[in-house]
């Protein structure tokens, strides 16, 4: 059985393969931020939106000008914390409305 030790690893190793694949190798992904938003995004919204928010993430930051791995880091870190106030402010929303809307 896999630990979380063996998961991060894997983690590590795949981003390492694919930072190297696309060049852009003064990446560091943060992987239990991407998970987390991509879990929450999947459990709000659907099986698929956790690939979707993902990769909408990364796009959002890779349209920002940095010039080193710290504004990197922002714009990946901005794009999410966006991700994550759109689902909590739907989550807010839903709570709301309670029984409005249903069939019950």
């Known amino acids: 059985m896999a630990t ?3 998961d991060d690893r894997t ?3 795949w981003s390492r393969t694919l930072t190297q694949a696309l060049q852009i190798l003064d990446l560091d ?11 929450r995004s999947s459990h709000h919204v659907g099986p698929h939106a956790g ?3 993902a990769f909408l993430v ?12 710290e504004e990197t880091s922002a714009a ?13 402010k739907d989550e807010e ?3 709301q409305k309670g029984w409005t809307g249903s069939a019950q």
């Open 76 to 88: 990946v870190e901005k794009a999410a914390n966006t991700v994550t106030t759109v689902i909590v």
């Open 11 to 13: 983690l590590n190793e």
């Open 51 to 53: 690939v979707i928010s």
């Open 4 to 6: 979380p030790d063996d």
């Open 29 to 39: 992904v943060d992987h239990p931020r991407i998970v987390e938003l991509a879990e």
């Open 58 to 69: 990364g796009y959002a930051a890779g349209t920002v000008t940095t010039k080193d791995r």
């Open 93 to 95: 929303t839903q709570e």
